[in-house]
Nanobody, 125 residues
Framework: VQLQASGGGLVQAGGSLRLSCTASGLTFSSYVMGWFRQAPGKEREFVAFINWGGGRRYYADSVKGRFTISRDNAKNTVDLQMSSLKPEDTAVYYC???????????????????WGQGTLVTVSS
């Protein structure tokens, strides 16, 4: 299984970025897909997840209304559209795949079986 995240970079506060994660080696449509982030010196934290069919999406309070998660099961991709970025959004962002979780059970890192390598997002003030 391989998860390849891309799309990170440097952006000014208030700007936008779109992260993408491409999965291979798994039945993508059978997996919950999540995005997490880890800032320097901090623990990895939940950002968003989307269920198998894409009909349910959950967000951390810190990104609600600014970030949108989406998936394309035909292309084995999950995206994270980030808008109104803030300096505190600066982190390495990771995509992850979990074969079963639901609701708040998908907020923890232990719910996910596979992880991408991470892509760095830096938001300047």
């Amino acid at each position: 299984v391989q998860l390849q995240a891309s799309g990170g970079g440097l952006v000014q506060a208030g700007g936008s970025l779109r992260l993408s994660c491409t999965a291979s080696g798994l039945t993508f449509s059978s997996y919950v897909m999540g995005w997490f982030r880890q800032a320097p010196g901090k623990e990895r934290e939940f950002v968003a997840f989307i269920n198998w069919g894409g009909g349910r999406r959950y967000y951390a309070d810190s990104v609600k209304g600014r970030f949108t998660i989406s998936r394309d099961n035909a292309k084995n991709t999950v995206d994270l559209q980030m808008s109104s970025l803030k300096p505190e959004d600066t982190a390495v962002y990771y995509c992850a795949a979990g074969d079963y979780c639901s609701g708040y059970g998908c907020y923890g890192t232990a719910a996910y079986d596979y992880w991408g390598q991470g892509t760095l997002v830096t938001v300047s003030s």
